[in-house]
């Protein structure tokens, strides 16, 4: 009897054992007790930090790994990289794609054959197949030949419009050329709408992209490499922009637009209808234009350099730490938050772009789209304009007083050359 009731209880354990593991394998694919430390470059009351905290609720209810967020904001450009040194347990991480590869690139772990793998939601695919190909080609370019980060939240430098304002000044299509897009300023003011505006923050920007229209990338680069901006295109920018002032075109109230002002008190109110800017800009003023009906247009050709194939496009991205306990369940958790219902989740709530395929585009960014699925020659941030500070509040302060008038043309392209 006594041997029984041992071998009884022997037998009940081994179930019981045998039970747990199996739970253990169901749940969370052999990853039970595996705890995720993810730093977050979003704050927790930002669409994308509400989303992303709800899907990875979502993710350890799936799969039995726990996500312990800390929410950075953007503070995490100047924290991150002292914990990383001090050894802090930290799984993964996010911000710019650039600046995941380039600024933390030493802390990044190979992602090729994670990529090359089929998860739950890509439909027996390699993830590598579902999500944005141009952009995975960019982060492989940034590795150096490896995938070193993850794209998502795309977004592309492109011109916002507001449509109603296009229909009501009878404008039927956006503007490819400069003529077409100083027609549209002229049926705009027609109406009394101005017709563009910017803020301080995206004048180097603005700067940069006429100059690309005018002379190309390269040209373009080359006056940032060697500070030289004594050419021909910068006197032809300061023509088009005098112009563009005197005629009521251009917003004079930009000189002095500290950001966000010009996209909070003329692009929200309805009193200037474009925005060379970025496919954020309709999330960034929701609140402020609930009922905003938004259009978007590449830049358009200026002289003899690029046209609207030429665009800046990028991300946010996810980096998972080298030394990582976990790297199978951060991956894991990179595709559930790129691919799926909550790739799909993050573009709506944020208005944002998806980073899978088969994910629907927001309505706003029906027309980007467009853009960006036309784009054929990637353009660096503002062009390089904003890689040197210098020339960046150089271009920011005699573009203010081109703005106001206090220098005509030719006296911008003097300053601009000193």
Known sequence: MKRRIIAAVALTAALTGALL????????????????????????????????????????????????????????RKTLQPALDAGETIDLFDEDIERVANT????LLPLDTYVAKS????????????????????????GGGQVKNIPYQPSAFVTMYNKDLFEKAGITSAPKTGTELLEACAKLKAI???????????MAAFFGYSIDRLVGADATLA????????????LAFGQLMEMMVQNGFFSQKAASNIYPAGQVEEIATGKVAMYLNGTWLPNEIKGN??????GAFAWPALGNGDGPEANNFGSQSFGINKNTK??????????????GTWDATLAQESIGIPMGNDSAWPDALAEAKVVVDSTTKRLPWAVGMEDSPDINAKIKENFAKLIMGTLNATQFAEAMAK
């Open 192 to 202: 009394g709408i101005t017709g563009i505006t910017v803020d301080d923050a995206y």
């Open 326 to 339: 976990y790297p199978e369940e951060a991956f894991r958790f990179v595709v559930w938050l790129t691919t």
């Open 119 to 142: 998860y739950s939601t890509t439909g027996g695919k390699p993830y590598g197949d579902v999500i944005n190909k141009t952009l995975l080609t960019l982060a492989r370019d940034l």
């Open 223 to 234: 006056m940032v490499k060697n500070n030289d901006f004594s050419g021909p295109q910068v």
């Open 104 to 107: 933390w690139g030493n802390y």
């Open 21 to 76: 593991v199996l739970a253990g394998c169901t749940k969370s694919g052999g990853s039970g007790g595996a705890k995720l430390v993810y730093w977050s470059m979003w704050n927790e009351a930002e669409p994308q930090g509400q989303v992303i905290a709800r899907a990875a609720e979502a993710f350890t209810k799936e799969t039995g790994i726990a996500v312990d967020i800390n929410f950075n904001g953007r503070e995490i």
């Open 289 to 294: 234009a609930p009922n905003m009906k938004w």
